[in-house]
């Protein structure tokens, strides 16, 4: 008979990084910390180290060359996680300074072990790792006692079923150091500086015993500790909503748009509103948010470009201020594209909220870190396949310029990720403003092909008639459709004028 072993998962208290751990990480495993200085190296052990260390699974940090435990701890103590009676209690603090100093290896381990021993650690931390490895080169000694040292050292931590964590500044998974073949788990946190643009990645390297997320991901510190934004859970391509969702219609809000959608816009889809400047897309979006308050349904909007209030709207903003729709609001810099996906998903959970608008994508282009902007449509698409995945429908504002040589939906070319489509554009009659909209499509669903005249007031939008008098609409200066009135008022050269009967 096969037995597995089964690895218990410790929770790290971080934010997010248990999920991309794969589950929390290994109890026992010995495990490195990497990166360049600055990354949030030491706040991550310590937000770790606070969070998983108890009484009955007691932890002991090491310093080494790097800062003394009390100027350490001083601004550790600007954290939210830092708990001042776990010191002494479930969490000791031992410099190594003077041992490693003499550069004998044999000694700082002896030292080592002896503590640990001493308080019956669980959780053991050296910080830095890698001022032990320079000690251990000091005075012309060389190197070669440090494969020998590390491999100790990993085989006695883990017989006093010690989970072990070393605290090591590295530039590059290209160092030697024998380190990252023994560890059991390699974190390396790297921060990217483009412009004036600062963002921190993390990516797992390897976690044995276990499936942790690949690639990088992104992190953010602030008050709390640093959070880590795993990527949320994407449907695939063709996961698109069933035939079942065309048999409920969501109400948009506007009088006569749900007819020209088909019935209203299927539960579950994502809708893109295109259009120039001040055409009513925001209008649009804030009538949809109403109309889901309206029937009972919660909602959030992303405001990117500006945020709702009384004086642009009332209604949206009422709604915002009675937590009916929750308002994401973003104003933190160097924004990554997780990140912002994590907000909104915070928001439809807190609700149940059923209805989402992004207003808009031109300003969230501007809103993450320039770093992201190359892979924006990738981006978006991975935003409305998280989105769909959480089954909300969605209203995104797209901003165009208002070109009339050609009939555009998107400046991303990401147009072909929605379900539907609705386009708003201006056309001049009589020398007059006015403005158009049409249905360009509802994915799976029959709808109306007329282009709408439509206005604005204060009651919101007003959808009007088609204006069937007019041909070339879309090229934003129509001529009239009676070619017979025409040819009397302008007749072709060389015949008289026609007199009227």
């Known amino acids: 008979m096969n037995h597995t072993a089964t690895i218990q998962r410790l929770g790290t208290g971080v934010p997010g990084l248990d999920e991309v751990l794969g589950g929390g990480l290994p109890e026992f495993s010995f495990n ?34 790097g800062e003394p435990p009390l100027k350490m701890l001083r ?29 004998d290896l044999g000694a700082v381990l002896q030292r080592i072990v002896a503590e640990v021993r001493a308080h019956d650690s669980a959780l053991v931390f050296v910080d830095s790792f890698r001022s032990v490895v320079l000690a251990s080169t000091t005075e012309g000694k060389p190197n070669h006692a440090l494969q020998q040292f590390v491999q100790q050292l990993g085989v006695l931590m883990t017989s006093w079923q010690a989970t072990t964590f070393l605290i090591g500044e590295y530039f590059a998974e290209s160092d030697a150091n024998p380190v990252f073949t023994v560890c059991d788990g390699l974190i390396w946190l790297r921060q990217s500086v483009e412009r004036n643009s600062m963002v921190r990645k ?3 390297v390897k976690m044995r015993g276990q499936s942790s997320l690949p690639g990088l991901h992104t992190f953010r510190i602030t008050s709390a500790g640093i959070q880590v934004f795993a990527p949320a859970r994407a449907a695939a391509i063709d996961d698109r909503p069933d035939s079942g969702a065309l048999d409920f219609r969501l109400g948009m809000g506007v009088p ?19 259009g120039p400047s001040g055409s009513g897309k925001s209008v649009l979006a804030a009538a949809f948010l109403a109309e889901g308050a309206r029937r009972g349904e919660s909602g959030v909007i992303a405001a990117f470009e500006r945020r709702p209030n009384p004086f642009y709207n009332r209604a949206l903003a009422e709604l ?13 810099p160097d924004l990554s594209i ?7 998903l915070d928001e439809i959970h807190r609700l149940k909220a059923t209805r989402v608008v992004i207003d808009s994508l031109s300003g969230f282009e501007l809103a993450i870190a320039p770093t992201f902007r190359a892979d924006f449509r990738e981006s978006l698409a991975r ?29 991303y070319g990401t147009a072909f990720l929605t379900d539907a489509i609705i386009v708003q554009r201006y056309i001049e009659v009589h020398s007059e403003i006015r403005r158009v909209m049409a249905v360009v499509k509802v994915r799976g669903s029959t709808h109306s092909h007329e282009l709408r005249e439509f206005t604005i007031s204060t009651e919101g939008i007003c959808i009007g008639d088609k204006l069937p008098d007019y041909v070339g609409l879309l090229g934003g200066r129509p001529t009239t459709h009676h070619p017979v009135q025409e040819w009397v008022s302008n007749p072709p050269a060389g015949m008289g004028t026609v007199p009227a009967s």
């Open 32 to 65: 490195l910390i990497a990166g360049a200085p600055g990354c949030g190296k030491t706040t991550l052990a310590h937000q770790m180290m606070f969070a998983m260390a108890t009484p009955e699974r007691p932890a002991i940090y090491f310093t080494v060359l």
């Open 75 to 103: 601004y550790q103590q600007q954290f939210s996680y830092f708990d001042s009676t776990a010191i002494n209690r479930s969490i000791r603090f031992v410099n190594l300074s003077d041992d490693t100093l003499k550069g």
């Open 202 to 204: 993390m990516e797992i």
């Open 256 to 274: 006569g748009l749900d007819d020209m959608l088909g019935g209203g816009l299927p539960r579950g889809y994502s809708l893109l509103v295109a």
């Open 320 to 332: 915002i201020r009675s937590d009916r729709v929750a308002l994401v609001d973003p104003q933190a």
């Open 338 to 344: 997780d990140e912002i996906v994590r907000l909104l």
């Open 383 to 411: 935003l409305v396949m998280a989105l769909a995945h959480a089954g909300v429908s969605v209203l995104m504002t797209s901003e165009l310029e208002d070109r009339y040589t050609d009939l555009r939906f998107s400046p």
